[in-house]
């Protein structure tokens, strides 16, 4: 498979980078040009428009997310280390969020909005699933949890962090709110066993996984 064209990925990192700082109504293709250090007319060789680069942006930050997802399951020794290997590359890329983009790609946006939706709502909730599976058969999640119910409430949390209503309402960023909506489901599902693995990650912050090798 040839590789995609350097300039092509430079203009979709720097634009993702723009989109995830500002929202998307605030960027404009001067604003991408200008990180970018190119002209409009170089941008618009490799993308009709800012819609289709917002499409793109999100699809391969998506794409991107899947893969660090399947790699936590892969190296992780138990469940609860694979949620505290996910949750730090999300807070890390919710450090530098804004929620406004959110409500961005559903008003303006709609394809790369769906398409959030859908990776939601079965790529994580698939995940979400899986882990508290696994979770019940270590002893680390209690046997009575009703799995889809607790899945469902978990993919449902994360819309929280995008309405104005509440991040209006919330001093701390996105990164330490998801944080400790992490923590609430955590110890909800856990064990006396899987408290015990819950305390000494979070004082001890297992390695991200991204950095090691397949």
Not at 18 to 44: N, P
Not at 202 to 208: C, G, I, L, R, V
């Amino acid at each position: 498979m040839e590789a995609e064209n350097e300039n092509k990925v430079h203009i979709r990192s720097e634009a993702l980078q723009l989109f995830m700082q500002y929202g998307t109504r605030s960027v404009s293709m001067d604003d991408i040009a200008a990180a970018v250090g190119s002209s409009k007319k170089t941008i618009y060789q490799y993308y009709t428009d800012k819609d289709h680069l917002v499409a793109e942006a999100i699809e391969v930050a998506l794409i991107e997310n899947c893969t660090q997802c399947k790699k936590f399951h892969r190296l992780s020794e138990n469940a609860i280390q694979e949620g505290f290997l996910a949750i730090d590359q999300t807070s890390e890329l919710f450090r530098n969020m804004n929620p406004v983009l959110m409500n961005d790609l559903k008003k303006y946006h709609p394809k790369a909005y769906k398409r959030f939706v859908e990776y939601k709502s079965e790529f994580i909730y698939d995940i979400i699933v899986n882990n508290i599976k696994r979770g019940i058969e270590e002893g680390l999640y209690r046997e009575d949890l009703n799995i889809d119910i607790i899945a469902q409430f978990r993919v449902g949390s994360i819309d929280i962090l995008f309405m104005p209503e509440f991040y209006g309402r919330v001093k701390e960023g996105l990164f330490r709110v998801q944080l400790e909506i992490f923590y609430f489901f955590l110890y909800g599902m856990a064990t006396p066993k899987g408290q015990k693995l819950i305390e000494k990650y979070k004082k001890h912050k297992p390695k991200n996984s991204s950095d090691a090798k397949d």
